[in-house]
Antibody, heavy 117, light 111 residues
């Protein structure tokens, strides 16, 4: 079973860029999975941010598309999220997740990112 | 793009059964969905993939107490013999070309 682990700064200043990495173990990032980011603001539901395929094709949530970049690093078996021009509304627990054919079937443990000066 | 609608809360007694509903928007009634469980303070956990026919495939280690069914645009998650550890938020998920969508989640309380 694929295991996922998020890492990155827990505090980002307003107008800055949020950067997170998801390390993949127990499987190859070059496999035919989709590699995704999902976030959850405090006390609220899940929001899909976007995803990338093993070949590098990306899809993004239209509401975030202008600020989001997801990329692969095959040499390190990991993928990354960058979210620019952040505000307090971007404060959330950020999860990485993966799907083989259809739904997310493996989730990371999540990391809290707070946007504050 | 599809929209998923869930009731915000549900409750049932210890040892009883509960049926949670996820409704697909008009024009999307044939879509496959998935159910995820999120216990307090934890990451979501994949429970099952559920087709419009009612056929479902559960994730690894998911107890037999969890089952799925379908009727039209409605997708159901039934939990039998409720345990206190089942008190969680339950989310449905679906996907289309280039997009994924979650329902708003149902908070289940075990009395």
């Amino acid at each position: 079973q694929v295991l996922l682990q998020e890492s990155g700064p827990g505090l980002v200043k307003p107008s800055g860029t949020l950067s997170l990495t998801c390390a993949v173990s127990g499987g190859s990032i070059s496999s035919s999975n989709w590699w995704s980011w999902v976030r959850q603001p405090p006390g609220k539901g899940l929001e899909w941010i976007g995803e990338i395929s093993h070949s590098g094709s990306t899809s993004y949530n239209p509401s975030l598309k202008s600020r989001v970049t997801i990329s692969l690093d095959k040499s390190k078996n990991q993928f990354s999220l960058k979210l620019s021009s952040v505000t307090a509304a971007d404060t959330a627990v950020y999860y990485c997740a993966t799907a083989r054919s259809g739904p997310f079937d493996s989730w990371g443990q999540g990391t809290l990112v707070t946007v504050s000066s | 793009q599809p929209v998923l609608t869930q009731s915000s809360s549900a409750s049932a007694s210890l040892g009883s059964s509960v049926k949670l509903t996820c409704t697909l928007s008009s024009g999307h009634s044939t879509y496959i969905i998935a159910w995820h469980q999120q216990q307090p303070g934890k990451a979501p956990r994949y429970l099952m993939k559920l087709e419009g026919s009612g056929s479902y495939n559960k994730g690894s280690g998911i107890p037999d107490r969890f089952s799925g069914s379908s009727s039209g645009a409605d997708r159901y998650l039934t939990i039998s013999n409720l345990q206190f550890e089942d008190e969680s938020d339950y989310y449905c998920e679906t996907w289309d070309s280039n997009t994924r969508v979650f329902g708003g989640g149902t908070k289940l309380t075990v009395l």
